[in-house]
């Protein structure tokens, strides 16, 4: 974020406000004005998710490990969300069934909005973990099936890809996505077509430093840019920038974050947890 402050101050333009730099570098400009966007706008997400971060290894035990009626209520909260998207589905397929910005600022941009999706991914990781089902790679492949055919045949109108406040980007496609991860955690056998494409090196190795090119993607953009060589309008800088992006971002991965990771891990080393829980956080 202090590296796009300075790109932005060099470049003589962006909400450069002390008091907002300062609320946006304390994770919380987010929550007080969603749409006033800090330097670099993707640490949003971080801002966002923070509160299930912080929440998950508190209320794991008492909701979702020992009380298990519970998770029956956990389902119904985190698919209210998804439920109104759907229903801005069915109501404006014709329109691109888009919410207006509000509605969309309410139910994406707002932090307490993503606690929803982030409840759903736990109570499909624990229900892995405690099911005995097995043979769900029907289920798995069925649920990426459904989720390709929203995305490439719901309308979208005068736009060349899916952005802002579409309900399939807000919430609408959470539940497909909790199934399959639901269905490819007990697929013991592997013979989910869909988890194999997904489990292949290419793939999985570009996972491991996925959310790192979501972050850096700006301030790399606005060098490149400030270079004189704009993304849009030659491929050969396209290229380049997409390969600087994913070097700087592995590099970041493996030589920063992963050692200071596995410090506190070390550090801060929690008391072990039972067995489910285990198995709850490997699946999830």
């Known amino acids: ?3 796009s402050a300075i790109l932005l101050y060099l470049g003589g333009n962006g909400d450069l406000d002390a008091m907002h730099l300062t609320l946006c570098a304390f994770l919380v400009e987010p929550w007080r004005s969603p749409n006033r966007w ?13 509160p299930s971060w912080l929440l998950y290894p508190v209320l794991y035990d008492p909701f979702l490990y020992e009380r298990r009626h519970l998770m029956v209520v956990a389902v119904v909260l985190a698919i209210v969300p ?10 404006g397929l014709r329109a691109g069934a888009y919410f207006n910005n509000s509605a969309h600022t309410a139910l994406y941009l707002w932090p307490p909005a993503q606690l929803a999706d982030f409840l759903l991914g736990c109570v499909s990781a624990e229900l ?6 097995e043979n769900t790679a029907w289920l798995a492949d069925g649920a990426v099936f459904i989720i390709t055919l ?6 979208n109108p005068h736009l060349d890809y899916r952005e802002h406040g579409e309900v399939l980007y807000d919430h609408g496609l959470a539940p497909l996505f909790a199934v399959f991860l639901w269905a490819a955690a007990r ?3 592997a013979a989910s077509k869909a988890s194999k494409l997904f489990a292949h090196p290419a793939l999985s190795s570009i996972g491991k430093c996925s ?21 849009s309008d030659h491929a050969e800088n396209f290229v380049a920038f997409a390969l600087t992006l994913y070097m700087l971002a592995a590099l970041y991965e493996v030589h920063v974050e992963r050692p200071y990771v596995r410090w506190l891990r070390e550090r801060f080393a929690a008391p072990p947890l039972r067995t489910a829980s285990q198995s709850s956080l490997a699946a999830f």
């Open 211 to 231: 959310f790192e090119v979501y972050l850096f993607q700006w301030p790399v953009h606005a060098v490149f840019y400030g270079l004189g060589l704009p993304t």
């Open 82 to 91: 998804s439920l109104i998207a759907l229903l801005f589905v069915s109501g």
């Open 187 to 189: 697929d013991t056998a």
């Open 1 to 3: 974020m202090g590296v």
């Open 38 to 50: 800090c330097p670099d706008g993707q640490s949003w997400t971080v801002a966002a998710l923070a």
């Open 128 to 133: 892995a973990a405690r099911s005995s089902r």
């Open 150 to 155: 929203a995305v490439l045949l719901v309308p």
